[in-house]
Nanobody, 125 residues
């Protein structure tokens, strides 16, 4: 069974950096497409980045392209999100997600089968 646990959230100043981690306690991490989504107060959950099980892609939302980097370490059952040049609009709860299959709908919430509990990232202006 997949159990995703995010860490690394916190308070950071505008322009700063933060690295999020998502660890899977199961044994099938390497078979999943992994992604990060985020949800700001009063808004819908939105796609941030995705990476296939082989590391292909990665894929990014336009709003984070050039600032965020998704990566994975299959040997450690962990996916990372390196966030640089953070802006106040990046403030949100960040969720890790795992999908059994990769499809052209990688940016959709319903494209993923398992979710973590989320970690709060707050960017102060």
């Amino acid at each position: 069974q997949v159990q995703l646990v995010e860490s690394g959230g916190g308070l950071v100043q505008t322009g700063g950096s933060r690295r999020l981690s998502c660890a899977d306690s199961g044994r099938t991490f390497s078979t999943y497409t992994m992604a990060w989504f985020r949800q700001a107060p009063g808004k819908e959950r939105e796609f941030v980045a995705a990476i296939t099980r082989s590391g292909a892609g990665p894929f990014y939302a336009e709003s984070v392209k050039g600032r965020f980097t998704i990566s994975r370490d299959n040997a450690k059952d962990t996916v990372f999100l390196q966030m640089n040049s953070l802006k106040p609009e990046d403030t949100a709860v960040y969720y890790c997600a795992a999908g059994l299959f990769f499809s052209s709908h990688y940016y959709r919430v319903d494209g993923y089968d398992y979710w973590g509990q989320g970690t709060q990232v707050t960017v102060s202006s």
